[in-house]
């Protein structure tokens, strides 16, 4: 994201806490009259703001790379249809309530606000997307654990208004309502406000309390493998995609790439950060995916743009660090510690070769033009 969707994404965020703000501060009785005008105000700002945002949404949708190839009015609809412009539109609901009714009369619309604004914070939640794909990825395993929460929760109904209901006909006298005691005894909740009495009943409670404990861990643990799963995926995507634009990376067949992606790890810098220090233990080198950083050195310095790699030296010879290097711009490394590197020497030689080779054309450099520095 650059730096002016940083900008409107604060943005956004601050308009929103404004209008929730506003909403639940007018819900509040007694409150003097004035407050009432402005917070009225603050919602119509809000509500318009957001109109605005699904007007040039839509009208710039045909820009997307999602919506390569459409028409600009296909782009337009199937925006309108996804789920952002959907909740988009549920956004802008508060203009046509605004225009057709009075906020003056009652706080009647307030809560509906809230509910239609909140929904837009699922914009700015990455995670969103990565929950929808593992839900995919796992919903034959998640309908299991279903169908098992239904059979576990009609079963502890029916047990339990057998056993209870000439005790306590009120609260077990239908299965529809000893279903709430289920889901409550079974999500291991217990608000306590339904107990069985008898002996048979207290038993099937038990069941059910453990069976809630297993059911909700299978639940945790697909959903956690899922979770880890796919950001192992998205974290090799990534790997893979600053790995490419790194040139001495991008000669090796693929086959070769995707063994020496798994070693790689992405870092990102911002400006005039020090990245390794003279005199450090080398215990990794870096290439540069995209930025610039420089090498200092008494004698010098040197920068290395996107393409270029250091600490190679302490690696090879097994010494300190020779030089400090810093970022001189927001900066994409890629790091790969000493352990993976030896690993890689003995499964890749070519990629070790490269390295050998560019090392040594450094000190060659460096022997014959004492104002060149050498990498660390």
């Not at 643990?221 to 998205?234: C, K, M, P, Q, V």
């Amino acid at each position: 994201m650059g730096r002016g969707g940083r900008r409107w994404r604060v943005l956004h965020l601050t308009v929103l806490a404004a209008g929730l703000l506003a909403i639940a501060i007018s819900s509040i009785d007694g409150l003097p009259i004035w407050t009432d005008d402005v917070l009225t105000a603050i919602v119509v700002l809000v509500a318009v703001v957001f109109f605005g945002e699904y007007l040039v949404r839509l009208w710039a949708a045909p820009e997307s790379n999602r919506f390569a190839g459409l028409s600009d009015g296909m782009a337009r609809l199937r925006w309108a249809l996804s789920i952002n412009g959907l909740i988009g539109l549920l956004a802008v609901f508060p203009v046509l309530a605004i225009t057709f009714s009075s906020i003056h009369a009652g706080n009647e619309w307030a809560p509906i606000f809230c509910v239609f604004w909140i929904l837009k914070l699922s914009v700015h939640a990455p995670a969103m997307t990565t929950l929808a794909r593992v839900i995919a990825n796992e919903r034959a395993t998640l309908a299991s654990v279903v169908i098992i929460f239904v059979m576990v929760l009609v079963t502890a109904a029916a047990l339990a208004h057998m056993l209870e209901r000439e005790l306590q006909p009120k609260v077990f006298g239908n299965i529809p309502e000893s279903l709430w005691w289920a889901v409550v005894t079974l999500t291991t909740t217990g608000y306590g406000d339904v107990v069985p009495k008898t002996v048979g009943g207290r038993m099937v409670g038990s069941l059910v309390m453990v069976s809630g404990i297993v059911v909700l861990a299978l639940l945790t643990g697909i959903l956690a493998t899922g979770f880890s799963e796919e950001e192992r995926r998205r974290e090799y995507l990534r790997v893979w995609d600053q790995v490419t634009r790194v040139p001495m990376f991008a000669e090796l067949g693929t086959v070769t790439l995707s063994e020496i992606v798994s070693k790689l790890r992405v870092r990102h810098y911002p400006p005039r950060i020090v990245v390794v220090r003279r005199d450090e233990p080398g215990d990794s080198m870096f290439f540069i995916s995209e930025g610039e950083v420089e090498v200092r050195l008494p004698r010098g310095s040197v920068a290395l743009r996107q393409g270029g790699f250091f600490g190679e030296m302490a690696l090879l010879d097994r010494l300190p660090r020779s030089a400090t290097v810093v970022t001189t711009q927001p900066t994409t490394l890629l790091v790969l510690y000493a352990s993976d590197f030896y690993e890689v020497a003995a499964n890749i030689p070519s990629l070790v070769e490269a390295v050998e080779r560019e090392a040594r054309r450094r000190r060659a450099e460096n022997q014959g033009a004492p104002a060149k520095v050498e990498t660390p």
